[in-house]
Structures are given as structure tokens and as C-alpha cells.
């Protein structure tokens, strides 16, 4: 497998701030779609956000819209999830995947996962 290593998960207050990032050790990482999910416990891994190889399009759940923003920097081969106006529902442990295709689709195509970071949000 593609190592995925996620990064900047923690402990907030509810309407803080963080940003979580995900470094692919692959050459093709620009090749791939990326995206983030999460589960939070007792219940099943969700899909929050994804974008194309080429950071044209972006997909969120709706959850999450107007709040959170993925992006990528090829150059620098990260992904990131900046999630502002955070909410105790958000809490969970949060994963990147890589895509087998350059752009977003369903839930099948997600192949490679990372470790996960664990966030969560206090009130």
C-alpha cells in the first residue's frame, strides 16, 4: 500500500479552528483524487470532502459545507482539511484516502487509507 500519513488532529472548543493535513509518499500523488472521511464511534466511516488530482473540483458532504475546505498542493505533495466553526458532531477520528482514478467518486474507488487523526471538539 501507499503510505498516507494524516497530521494536525487535536482538542478544541466548539467554533475553533484547525487544520489537518495528509503527505503521500508516492511520486504520482498529483495523478490521484484525494479526500478526507471520518468515523466517530460506534458508527460507520463517512465521506467529508474530496478533490481531483488537479485541486479543478471540490466535493463535500453537506454536513460540512461552508465550514470545512480541502486542498492540495501539488507542489508540495499535501493535502489539507482546514475545518473552521467547529462542532462536538464533528468529533472523530479523521482518515485520507487516495483515489484510483483523478477525479472524485464514489465510496469504491478509495483505496489507499491512512492511520488517522483524532479530533475532537469539546462544548
Known amino acids: 500500500q501507499v503510505p498516507l500519513v494524516e497530521s494536525g488532529g487535536g482538542l478544541v472548543q466548539a467554533g475553533g479552528s484547525l487544520r489537518l493535513s495528509c503527505v503521500p509518499s508516492e511520486r504520482s500523488f498529483s495523478a490521484y483524487a484525494m479526500g478526507w472521511f471520518r468515523q466517530a464511534p460506534g458508527k460507520e466511516r463517512e465521506f467529508v470532502a474530496g478533490?481531483?488530482?488537479?485541486?479543478?473540483?471540490?466535493n463535500y458532504a453537506d454536513s460540512v459545507k461552508g465550514r470545512f475546505t480541502i486542498s492540495r498542493d501539488n507542489a508540495k505533495n499535501t493535502v489539507y482539511l482546514q475545518m473552521n466553526s467547529l462542532k462536538p458532531e464533528d468529533t472523530a477520528v479523521y482518515y485520507c484516502a487516495r483515489n484510483s482514478r483523478s477525479y472524485i467518486t464514489s465510496s469504491g474507488q478509495w483505496l489507499y487509507w491512512g492511520q488517522g487523526t483524532q479530533v475532537t471538539v469539546s462544548s
Open positions: 478533490i481531483s488530482s488537479s485541486g479543478g473540483s471540490v
